[in-house]
């Protein structure tokens, strides 16, 4: 029960003379209320109104008379009410009303606009009245009774305390929309999310009074949270960086790995395990409240808001930072898929430069594509030694290109209206190399039934490339040394002399020196050939010109099948620049005719997966330990990336869970790819 005494305006109740009336009579002119304020009068004017409810009590405070409005609004028949006592009627409201029906009595004064609130025997809830206590004067001038005029308005109470509630709903969603619309213009800014961070956190702190606050990133490739940003006014010592999130004993893990909310009391905190939490706990933090940046493909990452206060943080409180996560979320995204975008563009631009454009070389040299440093080397050596009839001893590896070089050194002579005759030493059998090279007369030996003229002659006045002149058998070398030195020789099963004008190029990818000394080549004929030796390198030593040697190739082959190939991946160039090459230009060209043929698009697909193929048959290895070592030299330049557009299983040409597997089953560990154990 309490009383509100603040007055209160009287309400029009409608009968024949209305309260208002009453009132202003009473205050006006208490002569007239004397008069106005007989039993008689009040009884005739009020024991019928339907709203406003009549009482007359004695003065000891028992009921004399009671209209039905206020028997209904006490519980009670009118009848049941006469003789008793308020306690008897009222309970627990009784005191309030004998207190001020005494004062009447006692000052002979009324009281006017009570406020009366008490819970009724008949009611179960709290009811609310206004209360008029007026005395009422005899013809000798006493105050024999107390008028109790009472108006009920719990109703009108429930709805002012409604609004009261509406209003402060109000003001407090309208509080939150604020934050909301401040964090909304931060992130609209689009700076970077740490320097921005403050200032969201200052927007919420508005709201929770939160100490700290702290927002940790997910990285997909090695599954640990990484804090992006910290607003901690009151650190005082240094705070966990990073931590690897593999389970749920941990409470930004739980929420990202649930996909849900949640808020920790100092307890809870406490009941993770050692080196999850400590840190925070030693701060002094007592709740804390970790929320997921939640988007369609995932969770990105963790918003935490901690405090020092025990339950700082309420369910309802979710609602708001729930929905500034998902700002925060949306943000982050749209960074990210802007920063993938343009990473998009620029891959895409790259991969068409692989293909744009013609490819440069000397005008001397159309077939010699490079540009390396190693190649400039040798077109200027050539551009030397072209114009001379200086035998050349072409040197390299095989498929480094010495036959293109042999055919410009003769392109830029005084010899290149004249042929150009090639014999590969190594593809002819050795019966018949010398009747390929001197000729031979007819019924020289069995099987010549017609003259042969041999390359010899038919390289009369212009050029003779003698390809793998290693090969050349010892028996031969004599006659080969002899036409260097006299320009003569004789056909088979002939004794004429047959002088000839020839410039000879040579070229091997043997040891030529080592062969001497081995006794399978002859000195004389090595110095004889070795005039001006020119060193092919190999694509090794001149990886700078793969992606040329890719785009003449890819064109070349396209122009010939009628695909048309627009560009290349990176991982794919990125992959043929790491490969060692073995067969050099040769083996790329061929490669790159395979890829052409595989590609069904606009891009090259090249069949990567033949490199670690390849791999596995190197000598003095397992193929189980081949294999491991392989993938760990990919791991190592990925930085132990597995999927993605540059991971290992991209780099490997295999699916990403298939990769997983192999290092499972070849025991691989972060610590054998690890940067630290390469030094």
């Avoid at 509406?166 to 213009?185: F, G, P």
């Avoid at 005759?421 to 001197?438: D, K, M, Q, R, Y």
Wanted: one cysteine or more; charged letters at 25%; proline letters at 5%.
């Amino acid at each position: 029960m309490s009383d509100f005494g603040a007055p209160r305006p009287a309400l029009d109740t409608q009968p024949s003379h209305t309260f208002v009336e009453m009132a202003d009579v009473v205050y006006r002119d208490q002569e007239a209320a004397k008069a106005l304020l007989q039993s008689e009068l009040l009884l005739g004017a009020y024991f019928s109104a339907a709203r406003v409810g009549l009482a007359i009590l004695d003065p000891l405070l028992r009921y004399v008379a009671i209209n039905q409005t206020l028997a209904a609004i006490n519980g009670l028949p009118a009848q049941d009410h006469i003789g008793k006592e308020l306690p008897q009627v009222l309970g627990d409201a009784a005191p309030v009303i004998e207190r001020k029906c005494r004062h009447v009595l006692d000052t002979r004064s009324p009281l006017l606009n009570v406020e009366v609130s008490s819970t009724l025997p008949t009611r179960v809830e709290p009811a609310h009245w206004i209360g008029h206590f007026i005395p009422i004067i005899d013809a000798q001038g006493e105050v024999r009774h107390v008028g109790a005029i009472i108006l009920e308005i719990t109703q009108q109470k429930k709805l002012e305390e409604s609004l009261r509630g509406a209003s402060a709903s109000l003001r407090e969603e309208k509080k939150r929309l604020q934050v909301m619309i401040e964090v909304s213009r931060a992130l609209a800014e689009k700076m970077d999310i740490p320097k921005v961070f403050p200032r969201i956190s200052a927007y919420l702190r508005r709201v929770f009074l939160q100490e700290y606050a702290a927002l940790a990133l997910h990285d997909e490739e090695n599954g640990r949270l990484s804090r992006q940003a910290l607003d901690f006014p009151l650190q005082k010592g240094s705070l966990v960086v990073d931590s690897e999130i593999d389970s749920l004993n941990d409470p930004r893990g739980r929420a990202l790995l649930q996909r849900s909310s949640f808020i920790f009391n100092r307890r809870e905190l406490q009941s993770f395990p050692s080196g999850t939490t400590d840190h925070l706990l030693s701060e002094g933090l007592q709740s804390l409240c970790c929320v997921p940046l939640l988007r369609p493909k995932g969770a990105l990452g963790v918003l935490v808001l901690g405090s020092t206060r025990p339950g700082a943080f309420k369910p309802d409180d979710l609602t708001l930072v729930d929905q500034v996560a998902s700002q925060l979320a949306l943000a982050l995204e749209s960074t990210r898929t802007a920063r993938q975008l343009k990473q998009l563009r620029g891959r895409v631009e790259q991969e068409k430069r692989y293909l744009e454009g013609e490819t440069h070389n000397e005008s001397h040299f159309p077939q010699i594509i490079g540009e390396s440093q190693a190649i400039k080397l040798v077109l200027q050596e050539v551009a030397v030694v072209a114009p001379s009839d200086a035998t050349v001893l072409l040197l390299g590896e095989t498929g480094t290109g010495k036959g293109l070089a042999a055919h410009a050194i003769h392109r830029i002579s005084a010899r290149s209206d004249r042929n150009l005759i090639a014999v590969n030493c190594a593809a002819i059998p050795t019966g018949l190399l010398e009747s390929e090279l001197f000729g031979h007369e007819k019924g020289a030996f069995t099987g010549a039934i017609s003259q042969k003229i041999g390359r010899l002659e038919l390289a009369d006045k212009g050029t003779l490339f003698l390809d793998e002149v290693g090969e050349i058998p010892l028996e031969l070398q004599p006659k080969l040394l002899r036409v260097l030195q006299d320009h003569e020789f004789e056909r088979l099963g002939s004794n004429r002399t047959i002088k000839v004008d020839i410039r000879l190029i040579a070229a091997t990818n043997l040891d030529l020196a080592k062969s001497v000394a081995e006794k399978r080549f002859r000195s004389d004929l090595f110095y004889r050939l070795k005039v001006f030796p020119i060193r092919m390198p190999s694509l090794r030593e001149r990886r700078e010109d793969i992606p040329l040697l890719v785009r003449y190739f890819v064109q070349k082959f396209s122009r010939r099948m009628d695909r048309f190939i627009e560009t290349i991946p990176i991982e794919t160039m990125e992959a043929l620049l790491g490969w060692q090459w073995p067969g050099n230009v040769r083996e790329l060209e061929n490669f790159i005719e395979r890829s052409v043929i595989l590609s069904d698009g606009t891009a090259l697909r090249s069949p990567l997966a033949e490199f670690s193929k390849e791999m596995l048959g190197s000598a003095d290895h397992s193929l189980e330990q081949t294999e491991r070592e392989y993938i760990i030299s990919i791991l190592r330049e990925t930085n132990g990336i597995i999927s993605g557009a540059t991971g290992a299983a991209r780099r490997l040409g295999l699916k990403r869970t298939t990769l997983q597997s192999k290092i499972q089953r070849l025991r691989i560990t972060p610590e054998d790819y690890s940067a630290s154990n390469l030094k």
